[in-house]
Nanobody, 121 residues
Framework: QVRVIESGGGLVQPGGSLRLSCATS????????MGWYCQPPGKERELVAA???????NYADSVKGRFTISRDSAENTVYLQMNSLKPEDTGVYYC???????????????WGQGTQVTVSS
């Protein structure tokens, strides 16, 4: 069973910073990509940032220049450094792990239970 565990959320004032961590039990050889999604109150879950096994990154336009995603292959861990936080960043942040199968083209998605990020004065 693939496990995904997030940490690092909390309450922070506008302009502050947080660093989220996501650790997975998936093999480094099977991971296609890992990413962070945010679900704001009353809205759908949306992609914030993702990183592939080749270190290619994608960011939502709203976080470019403020957030940085990185990975530590040895620890099977990804991080999301969030700076200059805004109230609009508030939501539950979920870590996604995309794993390739041993054979065939199918990819499998695994999710953590989420960590709350609240940006408020």
């Amino acid at each position: 069973q693939v496990r995904v565990i997030e940490s690092g959320g909390g309450l922070v004032q506008p302009g502050g910073s947080l660093r989220l961590s996501c650790a997975t039990s998936a093999s480094v050889f099977s991971i296609k990509s890992m990413g962070w999604y945010c679900q704001p109150p009353g809205k759908e879950r949306e992609l914030v940032a993702a990183i592939t096994s080749g270190d290619s990154t994608n960011y939502a336009d709203s976080v470019k220049g403020r957030f940085t995603i990185s990975r530590d292959s040895a620890e099977n861990t990804v991080y999301l450094q969030m700076n200059s936080l805004k109230p609009e960043d508030t939501g539950v942040y979920y870590c996604n792990v995309q794993v390739k199968g041993l054979v065939g083209p199918r990819l499998y998605d695994y999710w953590g239970q989420g960590t709350q990020v609240t940006v408020s004065s």
